[in-house]
């Protein structure tokens, strides 16, 4: 063990050795470059192709990490894409309800122009009943307003129905679809009388049942239904909708009909509510 120790190199003298023999082949190099070919040569066959290999895989260690970049790059860019159509789908879908209650109130502003000699409120509806269809509901409008029952209430193109009870800031409403309501109407044309009879279950079909048509009136599909001067509660002239399907009962005593209301009773939202009351002893509304 103390021989080997002794006769092992230091570090520094086998530095001084290399640096020699290098220095020594640079020389002779330099002086005969014949006899450095035979190394080039092996230099050429077994270097190279190694340097080759190793920028290879360095190329593709950099092409893998280029790529690993990208595409977190891509992710960061898709992310922030995303938020971008998120909030542009929150302002188009802003836009298109306040495209819609523009909509809304334009038809309120016109309504109003067409019964210009009534007085009216304006009132949002706060709630309604479970069905899908505004039968009833109550509006944010009530005494302090000046609203009184038996009002009429009118929205989108016509007749919507009647003030059937009232609070101080609220009131409800009965519509004219509701299974309880029933409208003394009359033919805009031939001024015939009839009863429009309300029922949840065919406005669900798109229409309302006209009943009590005289037999020999002269109506015909695509009539307009309005408030009869009869009534005792409804406001004459007030526009209900456009009568179909006009045929004779079989009992061959009245005709029966069925009405298209001008009014979209599963969207409502604001409505007019007319302050002029209309009393007479007639027991239809």
């Known amino acids: ?54 920028n290879s895989t360095g ?10 970049q990208s595409i977190h790059d891509l ?42 000699d009534y007085d009216k409120v304006a009132a949002s509806i706060i709630s309604s009943g479970s069905s899908n269809w505004f039968n009833t509901f109550v509006i944010d409008k009530g005494e302090k307003d000046g609203i009184k029952k038996n009002m009429n209430v009118i929205a989108g ?14 009131a409800k409403v009965r519509s004219i679809i509701d299974d309880s309501s029933s409208v003394a109407a009359m033919f ?4 015939d009388f009839c009863i429009l009879v309300g029922s949840q279950k065919q406005i669900e079909n798109g229409y309302i049942n006209v009943m009590n048509i005289n037999k020999d009136a002269k109506v015909k ?17 007030i526009t209900i909708g456009y009568v179909k399907d006009v045929k004779m009962e079989s009992s061959n005593i009245e005709k029966s009909a069925k009405l298209e209301p ?24």
């Open 1 to 54: 063990m103390k021989y080997s120790q002794k006769n092992r190199l230091s570090p520094k003298i086998l530095l001084i050795v290399l640096c020699v023999v290098c220095v020594g082949m640079i020389t002779v190099s330099a002086i005969f470059p014949g006899i450095t070919r035979p190394f080039q040569t092996i230099a050429g066959v077994v270097v190279v192709p190694m340097q080759k290999g190793i």
């Open 59 to 68: 190329n593709y260690i950099r092409s893998f990490f280029s790529q690993f």
């Open 75 to 116: 992710e960061e860019e898709n992310k922030e894409l995303q938020e971008r159509i998120d909030n542009l789908l929150l302002e188009n879908h802003a836009l298109s309800q306040d495209q819609n209650e523009l909509e809304r109130l334009r038809n309120l502003y016109a309504l109003d122009k067409k019964y210009s």
């Open 157 to 170: 193109s016509g007749l919507v129905g009647i003030v059937t009870d009232v609070g101080a800031s609220h």
């Open 188 to 191: 805009a044309r031939t001024s």
């Open 221 to 237: 599909d695509g009539d307009e239904l309005v408030t009869s001067p009869t009534s005792s509660k409804f406001l004459p002239g």
């Open 262 to 285: 001008v009014v979209d009773f599963k969207h409502l939202r604001e409505v007019l509510v007319i302050t002029e009351l209309k009393e007479t002893p007639d027991d239809l509304e």
